[in-house]
């Protein structure tokens, strides 16, 4: 029997494709490479990944989605229509229909171009639903209750603060600092200290293996040898990092979504705050996974933090119990706020 759902993690970084009965069927990066004459498409996902900073002038790696939304219509288009194909060896025999993530902050305008290129590459149906309710469901957290939840979903595009009850968000801030403004902070303050240039893939390459968010004992601090050019020389060089070093580089865009924590609270009705002292924070997305996160966001916020088992995978199990449940989950799939 062919499956006929799928759900779709549609983020700015990496998208997750996940099927009924299989789960998660595909985890690749949102990246695609162009031939920029004949504007036909090259690769997709990892392969296009590789192919970062390293292409001839006739090829172009492209990131069709910019802070959560579409920002190349069909290059995402495309994109799309492979993932649906690797997910559904048999698409064009039994259309799926689908379930999409968008951001909480996504305009009319936003929504309808996700749903537009869906259609137009391959799904019978395409729903979109707002990455914290997904992110709720996906790690557990029992939506239609009468009672405060708080996600925080750290992506690669943006972070997404909401307080969720009764099915719905009740309060939220979508900012566009996460998991790419990372990266970009560490690359501009390697040039800075060290003058030294260093490309995409070895900033969060650095994040992922010795990132942190707050300074670390002595015996814990992680270092990294770096290759990257020397910019007065112009010549390869090598510098020894430490973890204490990234905590420093990162620490306004922490800053930051600390403060949308904050701006949600202040929004928010004293019965849910109340709700959610108790409980405490879930935190899920790949920003997550990044060192002392959960005890940066408690120290600032002075509420109790708590990392989901799988924060990558949280959304993307997210469309997949809607999926599984659609007749329970029908408001939020149609909702249009």
């Not at 062919?2 to 990066?29: Q, S």
């Not at 040898?225 to 020389?233: A, C, E, Y």
């Amino acid at each position: 029997m062919f499956t006929k759902k799928l759900g779709i993690d549609l983020g700015t970084t990496n998208t997750l494709v996940f099927t009924p009965h299989k789960g998660i069927v595909c985890n690749e990066p949102s990246i695609v490479a162009v031939d920029v004459f004949s504007k036909k498409i090259i690769a997709v996902g990892k392969v296009a990944k590789k192919m970062l900073g390293k292409t001839p002038g006739e090829i172009e790696v492209r990131k069709p989605l910019k802070d959560g939304v579409v920002a190349e219509y069909y290059v995402t288009q495309a994109m799309l229509k492979y993932f649906i194909s690797k997910a559904l060896p048999f698409w064009n025999l039994v259309k799926p229909d689908v379930i999409i993530s968008v951001p909480a902050g996504i305009t009319s305008t936003e929504r309808r171009a996700v749903v537009n290129a869906a259609m137009e590459s391959g799904a019978k149906n395409a729903f979109v639903v707002k990455e914290p309710i997904l992110a709720a469901l996906g790690a557990g957290v029992p939506i239609n209750s009468p009672s405060g939840n708080m996600i925080v979903n750290i992506g690669g595009g943006t972070s997404e603060i909401a307080i969720i009850s009764l099915g719905g968000i009740v309060s939220f801030a979508s900012v566009r600092i996460a998991g790419n403004k990372f990266d970009q902070a560490i690359a501009d303050y390697l040039k800075k200290k060290y003058n030294l240039a260093i490309g995409e893939q070895t900033a969060e390459k650095i994040k992922i293996e010795i990132g942190a968010a707050l300074p670390e004992p002595e015996v814990e601090k992680k270092e990294m040898k770096v290759k990257g050019r020397d910019l007065p020389s112009g010549m390869p060089r090598l510098v020894i990092i430490n973890s204490d070093e990234i905590a420093e580089a990162i620490f306004s865009q922490l800053q930051e979504i600390a403060a949308s924590i904050k701006q949600v609270f202040l929004h928010s009705p004293p019965e849910l705050i109340a709700d959610i002292m108790e409980k405490g924070i879930i935190l899920t997305g790949g920003g997550a996974l990044l060192r002392g996160m959960a005890r940066f966001i408690e120290k600032v916020v002075g509420v109790p933090v708590y990392t989901t088992e799988t924060p990558l995978f949280c959304v993307a199990k997210g469309t997949g119990i809607i999926l599984e449940h659609l007749d329970l989950y029908k408001r939020t799939v149609f909702s249009k706020k």
